[in-house]
Every structure is written in structure tokens, then in C-alpha cells.
């Protein structure tokens, strides 16, 4: 298990997750809070968009770029918020261990 953080307005959603499950299925089904920010319209799929989180800066380095071979990019690129270099998909960060404290900022919220 890793412990993964939602921020909105400030305070962290702490979420414990079995290695192996992404972002966004870390935040529909693993959270004991309710997370209205990632609805994941197409279940994780990569086709919609819904999942749209900010990486912490602390974390950006360490997830790298989006794989421009992927259709994350280009489903990105038209959402109205989207920050080069900090917008992921939730559902294409799948956890691994070295993404224990893994930080990210939901939509609508300031990054620090």
C-alpha cells in the first residue's frame, strides 16, 4: 500500500491505495471522501478528460512528461485550465512505489 494526496482549498485528502491502481480509481473507489472533482466520465479510459488533476510541484519532476505518443496530450491541450508541464490525467498515473506521498491539486483549486 501507498498513501496518495488530494488537495482542495488547502486541505489534503489522504488516500491509502494498493500498488498497481491509478490516480484516478485511487479517488473514485479508494477514498473515504468524496472526491466530485474526478467524476472519470469514461471510467479511465483516456477519452474524456474528467480525471484532469494538477501535479504538486514537488511531484513533477519525478512523474516526467506525458508520453506525447499517448492521447493524454491531446485531450489536455483543449481543456480551458490546463497548465503545461503540471495538468495530468489521473487515470493515466498508475502508482508504483516511488509514488508514496504522491501529492496533486484537484481542478478549481489554487497550487501552491
Not at 33 to 62: M, N, Q
Amino acid at each position: 500500500m501507498i498513501t496518495v494526496y488530494f488537495v482542495r482549498n488547502g486541505s489534503k485528502i489522504r488516500v491509502d491505495v494498493p500498488i498497481g491502481t491509478n490516480l484516478m480509481q485511487a479517488a473514485k473507489f479508494y477514498s473515504e471522501v468524496s472526491i466530485p472533482e474526478i467524476p472519470a466520465t469514461c471510467g479511465g479510459s483516456c477519452a474524456c478528460a474528467t480525471c484532469h488533476v494538477y501535479l504538486d510541484e514537488r511531484w513533477r519532476d519525478k512523474l516526467g512528461k506525458i508520453d506525447e505518443s499517448t492521447p493524454e496530450i491531446d485531450l489536455l491541450e483543449y481543456e480551458k485550465n490546463f497548465k503545461d508541464g503540471v495538468s495530468r490525467l489521473a487515470c493515466q498515473i498508475t502508482l508504483q512505489p516511488e509514488h508514496d506521498g504522491l501529492i496533486v491539486h484537484l481542478q478549481n483549486n489554487e497550487l501552491l
